[in-house]
């Protein structure tokens, strides 16, 4: 492997958001110009240039919470592959969650899982990537559960439900997005109001992005996100763990292909990480 020691690894501001979009529209993925905003804030990312300024590779750390943080949008242009510059941004990232105290998380593509491993990161568990232009079947809520739209007065008890059931402490993460696209989020109540689940979803580059979707059971979760498609302009893309059989189902009905996917990976140990139960679609592989 290439040596690292000289790489000059600089922070990226939020302020570079734009000048380091390029990286990831290269890459083809699914980021805007508001998601490398409001990630740049909330994290912090480091990348290199080249000579004339342009931005050659990337990765943000964001923190999930005091134990946990989540390690993305690793980029390196395809000029600059193979000469250890993913490897050298990983080491400053995964530097920066010790100096926290925290525990290292990310999803890895199918190229940045073998960086990783040598690393000291252990797979938890898939997750596929899935892609469909249209949802065409609808999916009514199970007995004495209902899905209604979002309103901003549920932000607090989303946050709280969300905790124990991902491991991940999101608040302002849950917030971006549900304030962001207001009309892309659901909530799922049982007959007492109690949150059973809920689904979020944005606006991306190429499709428009559903998840997070955490619920309680399975059947709840599909009907969140039946419901979420039906309301949204295709094309979707949604990142589902492996686990959830009636969910994959429901998409392949839909038309859904998978092409690639990701695997939920750790440095450390994190409470509840590994267990996909109740996540049923991703906030995004680049947020958690
Ligand atoms: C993944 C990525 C960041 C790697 O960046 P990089 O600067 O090329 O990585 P490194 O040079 O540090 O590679 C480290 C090692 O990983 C392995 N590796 C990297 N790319 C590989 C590939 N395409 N095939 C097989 N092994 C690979 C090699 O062992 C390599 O060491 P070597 O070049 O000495 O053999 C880059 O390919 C990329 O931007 N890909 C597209 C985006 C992406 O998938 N990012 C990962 C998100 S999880």
């Keep these: 492997m290439a040596s690292t020691d000289a ?3 600089r922070p990226i501001a939020p302020a570079d958001s734009e000048a380091v979009w390029p990286l990831s529209i290269e890459a083809g993925w699914n980021q805007n110009l ?10 912090r990312g480091f990348g290199c240039v080249a000579p004339d300024g342009t931005w050659q590779a990337s990765s943000l750390v964001l923190p999930l ?5 989540w390690i993305s949008m690793v980029l390196v242009t395809q000029a600059r592959r ?21 525990v290292a998380g990310l999803d890895a593509t199918e190229q940045g899982r073998p960086i990783y491993l040598p690393l ?7 997750i596929a990537r899935w892609h469909f232009d249209a949802a065409t079947e609808a999916v009514a809520p199970p007995a004495g559960v209902t899905v209604r739209p979002f309103a901003v007065a549920d932000l607090p008890r989303l946050a709280l439900y969300d905790r124990p059931l991902t491991g991940m402490e999101r608040p302002s993460i849950l917030a971006h997005l549900a304030l962001r696209r207001p009309e892309r989020a659901w909530i799922a109540e049982d007959a007492a109001g109690k949150i059973v689940g809920y689904a979020l979803g944005r606006e991306g580059r190429t499709a428009t992005s559903l998840g997070p979707v955490v619920a309680d059971r399975e059947d709840i979760a599909l009907a969140l ?6 309301a949204a302009p295709g094309p979707f893309i949604i990142d589902v763990p492996g686990v959830h059989a009636a969910l994959r189902s ?3 009905r839909q ?9 939920r990976m750790t440095l450390g140990e994190a409470k509840r990480l590994d267990d996909p139960t109740h996540v049923f679609a991703l906030a995004g592989p680049e947020l958690g």
């Excluded at 508001?34 to 994290?43: E, H, S, V």
């Excluded at 000291?120 to 898939?126: A, E, S, T, V, W």
Aim: glycine residues 18%; contains cysteine.
């Design 7 to 9: 790489l000059d690894v």
């Design 34 to 43: 508001a998601d490398w905003r409001f990630m740049l804030g909330a994290g």
């Design 65 to 69: 919470g005091r134990n946990l943080a």
């Design 82 to 102: 193979r000469g250890g510059v993913g490897t050298g941004l990983l080491k400053r990232c995964i530097d920066e969650v010790r100096q926290a105290g925290a």
């Design 120 to 126: 000291g990161f252990r797979d938890l568990y898939p």
């Design 225 to 230: 996100v039946s419901r979420a498609a039906a």
């Design 250 to 252: 429901w998409l392949e």
């Design 255 to 263: 038309g859904a292909v998978s092409p690639r996917g990701y695997m």
